[in-house]
């Protein structure tokens, strides 16, 4: 890999792990940009026992703990990264981020066959706007204990018995 980027797309940080771990795993060779992408949700109607601070709180919460998340897993990683907060639909701002950066790859989380009311998966939509690469990592409930994605998240120490 020698040019463009690798665009990161998750909600939070416990699901974007893995996904960055990934992308830097497959820039390590080459210092390519790593840029984690955040597109808030948007549909806050149904929510009406939130005042409107409470919501801008928590998104400022799961900006801040993504970034924590990318800062502690990029500690090593020789090339630059950054994240980037985009409000809007989120195929479309994904699929937007990823022509402006010329992106090589983007790398988006799937939490496997959940039922879906009256919306198409994410990485679908994603697919269908760009011409980009799209890697899609599988939900943790889906991943074998042997397999390629097996090692890319947090693991908690066993107890001794």
């Excluded at 022509?99 to 989380?109: D, F, H, K, T, V």
């Excluded at 496997?112 to 980009?132: D, E, I, Y």
Aim: proline residues 7%; charged residues 25%; hydrophobic residues 40%.
């Amino acid at each position: 890999m020698s040019t463009g980027s690798l665009l990161v797309g998750a909600k939070l940080a416990q699901t974007s792990v893995p996904l960055i771990r990934y992308a830097a795993r497959i820039a390590n060779g080459d210092p390519i940009t790593v840029v984690h992408v955040r597109v808030p949700p948007q549909g806050w109607t149904g929510y009406d026992t939130w005042s409107a601070a409470g919501l801008r709180m928590w998104q400022d919460e799961c900006e801040s703990e993504i970034r924590t998340a990318a800062l502690i897993i990029l500690d090593g990683y020789a090339g630059p990264w950054r994240v980037v907060v985009r409000h809007g639909d989120p195929a479309r701002e994904l699929a937007s981020q990823a022509e402006q950066e010329r992106a090589r790859a983007l790398i988006l989380g799937d939490s496997g066959n959940r039922r879906r009311f009256r919306s198409k998966a994410l990485v679908t939509k994603v697919k269908a706007r760009t011409p980009r690469e799209v890697v899609v990592i599988p939900d943790l409930a889906t991943v074998a204990e042997e397999g390629p994605f097996a090692d890319l998240w947090w693991t908690e120490p066993s107890e001794p018995r």
